[in-house]
């Protein structure tokens, strides 16, 4: 794919997105974060050259490496993947814009005191394990309005700014958007909650039409899906 027909794929892309979010309401904002996990840096570069700017990484190691090569670049990160405890004091030096895998009482009890040692804040999502599945990290749905407001008292330098989630890992429809308005339901319930981040490339249609404002799509913004036009 030329540069010019990538700006169009893109472009179509951004189109998508705005066909979701109106079906929601003219004033219901979308924000795409392009995952660049399995992607290169030159990737991430072309992808900034036609004017994306925030970017999510799962791996600590990969963010720095990723971060520090384009730190000339006025670009936004994302911490999106699970944070073991030997890694916080890396991620904390690399003040990710947003860190949206805050996934238990004990992680954030590790990261505020860490964080107080430093003397520094970190804005989080609470990851909440709608579909509850084995497989997936974050709190479940019945306990997070509990598990949010306790992050909140107890340790102030992590700042909530609201929830993800990852939708049901299932072809079932009725069960990936129920996953979503489980989630969407928790982020009503938090007053001065911003942030409701959930979709992927499979999905981020239908969890921007249940409430999402903040989507994460990895392989459709770098074009690594294997059924694309111009592929
Ligand atoms: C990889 C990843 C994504 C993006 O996945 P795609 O299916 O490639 O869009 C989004 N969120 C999280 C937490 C991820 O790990």
Sequence with gaps: MTQTEYKIYIDNMIR?????????????????????????????????????????????????????ELEELPLEWHFIGNLQKNKINNLIDLSPTLFQGLDS??????????????????????QINSAKEE???????????????????KYPNIHLKGVMSIGAHTEDKELIKK???????????????KICSMGMSSDFELAIECGSNMVRLGS???NKLPLLPFS
């Design 16 to 68: 998508r997105v705005e066909k979701a979010r109106l079906r929601v309401s003219g004033h219901h904002i979308v924000k795409i974060v392009a995952v660049s996990k399995y992607s290169s840096t030159d990737e991430i570069e072309t992808l900034y050259n036609i004017g994306q700017r925030a970017f999510g990484e799962n791996k600590v190691q990969d963010l720095k490496a990723k971060s520090t």
């Design 105 to 126: 009482i004990e992680l954030a009890k590790e990261l505020n005191k860490k964080l107080e040692a430093k003397n520094a804040t970190i804005d989080c999502l609470l």
């Design 135 to 153: 497989s997936k990290h974050g709190v479940m749905p019945e306990i997070a309005l509990e598990r949010y407001q306790e992050i909140q008292e």
């Design 179 to 193: 996953s979503f308005q489980t989630t969407h339901e928790i982020f009503e319930q938090l007053p001065d909650a």
């Design 220 to 222: 459709i913004m770098f």
